[in-house]
DNA sequence: ACTTATCCCTGTGGGC
DNA sequence: TGCCCACAGGGATAAG
């Protein structure tokens, strides 16, 4: 269930093997992971193929791949980006082509012979492989950034973004953050405090995983108003947020199956640090220092699954928070 | 204009 | 053994 950790190790995985690179084929095997791309598939591939890439670009959960036309060097053409989203098991995976096809691979990129640092040969299939399809890939044109800053976290901090991420917010590990502005936008809403965390229109890169853990972490409860959500609760949430991302993400990610892996096929290893999610049942961690018995609940919440503590996340009885 | 519900997908696992 | 259903859930879009 790639989240901002995941997808943040994905592109500095994907940066290091693909910038400067040209895409010499792409084949697309399942035409349902060509998303939002009106032209279609064949469009997609005619597009790609003699292209070379200049970055890995993320914002939210969204990633892009800066493109020109190779050999255009003295930029007649304007860049434009390959789009990629992983959904729910989307995967990008650097593979010799002696390997075996993927039983859900989806798209082929087929990348010009590049070395490694140390001499080595560079791998020069990128697959897109994706079980649930709820991932994609497709082109989009570049915009400059309103503000001039970033589009999004990369190595060489392009001020470009296409007009189809234009409306992901800014995540809590991007120096453009705003606390100031999310907080302004969080109370003026009108809905629960995890509904809010989810809206990559409000902050980006949190998903179901981390928006739990951030409010175990906090100590708050998820459906509790935003407009009830004082300075210092939103601070502490943004910052708890930001610190289990931080972990998560030194830690390679978190994985509980095969179906979230780096670009060289191995899973993180966070799973093991989570305090509240999937752990219905469970002890939890704080209350036991307590010397307490409470148990993490499950609850049902948009149509997925919430895992909280009810001692350290109270819902008030009396409609105060 | 803003908030909420629905749908898109496939594999896994539990109940019967 | 096999069938059915719940579950996993990000994001676009329809509906309220």
């Known amino acids: 269930m790639p989240e901002l950790p995941e997808v943040e190790v994905v592109r500095r995985g994907l940066a290091r093997w693909v910038r400067g690179r040209n895409i010499d084929a ?3 095997l399942d035409p349902r992971s060509v998303r939002r791309h009106a032209p279609g598939p064949d469009d997609l591939r005619a597009n790609l193929e003699g292209a070379r890439v200049l970055d890995v670009v993320r914002r939210g959960k969204f990633l892009w791949m800066p493109l020109v036309e190779a050999g255009d060097d003295a930029g007649a053409v304007p860049p434009f980006a390959l789009m ?3 959904g729910m098991s989307g995967q990008l995976l650097m593979e010799d082509p002696a390997l075996p096809d993927e039983k859900h691979l989806k798209i082929r990129l087929t990348l010009s012979p ?6 080595s040969p560079m791998p ?3 697959r897109f492989v994706d079980q649930r399809i709820f991932g994609g890939m497709f082109l989009a044109d570049l915009e400059p950034t309103p503000d001039g800053a970033p589009g999004g976290l990369s190595e060489t901090g392009m001020p470009l973004l296409p007009s189809e991420a234009a409306h992901i917010a800014r995540d809590p590990l991007d120096p453009a953050f705003s606390f100031d502005e999310f907080y302004r936008r969080l109370r003026s ?9 989810l809206d990559q229109g409000l902050i980006s890169g949190v998903g179901n995983i981390y928006a739990d853990e951030a409010l175990w972490s906090a100590k708050i409860h998820f459906a509790r108003p935003t407009d009830t959500m004082r300075r210092a609760d939103a601070l502490r949430l943004v910052e708890t947020a930001r ?3 931080t972990r998560a993400l030194a830690a390679g990610g978190t994985s509980f199956d095969s179906l979230y892996v780096n670009v060289n096929g191995a899973s993180g290893y966070f799973a093991r640090s ?6 219905e049942g ?3 961690l704080r209350c036991a220092e307590a010397s307490r018995t409470t148990l993490i609940r499950r609850d049902s919440f948009m149509n997925r699954s919430s895992y909280s503590c009810p001692v350290c996340q109270p819902k008030p009885r009396n409609g105060r928070w």
Do not use: S
């Not at 590049?114 to 001499?119: E, L, N, P, R, S």
């Open 26 to 28: 792409a084949e697309v």
């Open 84 to 86: 990629a989203h992983l």
């Open 114 to 119: 590049a070395t490694d640092t140390d001499g």
């Open 124 to 126: 020069t299939e990128l």
């Open 189 to 197: 809403r009108r809905t629960g405090i995890k509904r809010a965390l």
């Open 243 to 245: 610190d289990v991302m």
């Open 274 to 279: 989570l305090n509240a999610y999937g752990r």
């Open 282 to 284: 469970e002890p939890c």
